[in-house]
């Protein structure tokens, strides 16, 4: 019961700061709103998580790797937020509460979940599954960026960096979540060694 309180609690939190991320969009129709904020890793991310958690709210029971798989890509979105985007920019109001609530609140949040309540029977086998979000989308947003000429972040701005430039930031962003998979699953092993 407290695994799926917390989990409705922690989707509160992400639907919010998902309606105030649309809502710091003040242009635009609704169509032109969702279609920018359908560029962004996190929100997306943010989104599939959401629905993740208002999911174990209702009793559904995900399986120790996907939990794992979503941890890491949330984590992945504080992580590049705060070590290498938030300097870039100075949101205000709004926006900024948005920004903490989907770079900090949520990806610490889901943490602490995962640490209390998640399944921890994960392998090192499960790493390429987890990796097949982040490669599925840094392909999207190349190529949304090759159609339209939006580009979501300054790392894969093919326009400003150029092809090769941009092919080496999605691979080492790879590299890296794929270090950090191995990390959550020797952690998850810790954690499952531990005596109850």
């Given amino acids: 019961m407290t695994a799926r309180?917390?989990?409705?609690?922690?989707?509160?939190?992400?639907?919010?700061a998902l309606r105030g991320q649309?809502?710091?969009?003040?242009?635009?129709?609704?169509?032109?709103r969702?279609?920018?904020m359908a560029g962004f890793f996190t929100l997306l991310?943010?989104?599939?998580?959401?629905?993740?958690?208002?999911?174990?709210t209702k009793g559904w029971a995900f399986s120790a790797s996907r939990l794992a798989g979503l941890l890491l890509s949330i984590v992945m979105v504080g992580a590049v937020y705060h070590l290498v985007l938030a300097g870039l920019?100075?949101?205000?109001?709004?926006?900024?509460?948005?920004?903490?609530g989907l770079h900090t609140a949520m990806p610490l949040g889901f943490a602490a979940w995962w640490l209390a309540f998640a399944p921890k029977n994960v392998r090192m086998g499960d790493i390429p599954q987890w990796l097949i979000w982040p490669m599925a989308y840094c392909a999207y947003a190349l190529i949304r960026g090759a159609a339209t000429g939006f580009w979501p972040y300054p790392f894969v701005n093919v326009a400003a960096i150029g092809w090769p430039r941009v092919?080496?930031?999605?691979?080492?962003?790879?590299?890296?979540?794929?270090?950090?998979?191995?990390?959550?699953?020797?952690?998850?092993?810790?954690l499952q060694a531990r005596p109850s």
Avoid: K
Avoid at 8 to 15: E, S, T
Avoid at 22 to 32: E, F, I
Avoid at 89 to 95: D, I, M, R, S, V
Avoid at 173 to 186: K, N, P, R, W
């Fill in 34 to 36: 969702l279609w920018v």
């Fill in 45 to 56: 991310t943010n989104a599939i998580l959401v629905v993740h958690l208002f999911a174990i």
């Fill in 89 to 100: 920019w100075n949101p205000q109001g709004l926006a900024w509460w948005t920004q903490q």
């Fill in 5 to 16: 309180l917390t989990a409705f609690v922690l989707a509160v939190i992400g639907l919010a």
């Fill in 167 to 190: 092919a080496l930031n999605c691979g080492i962003l790879l590299v890296i979540f794929a270090a950090l998979g191995v990390a959550i699953v020797m952690l998850a092993r810790r």
């Fill in 22 to 32: 649309y809502d710091a969009h003040v242009t635009g129709t609704v169509v032109d």
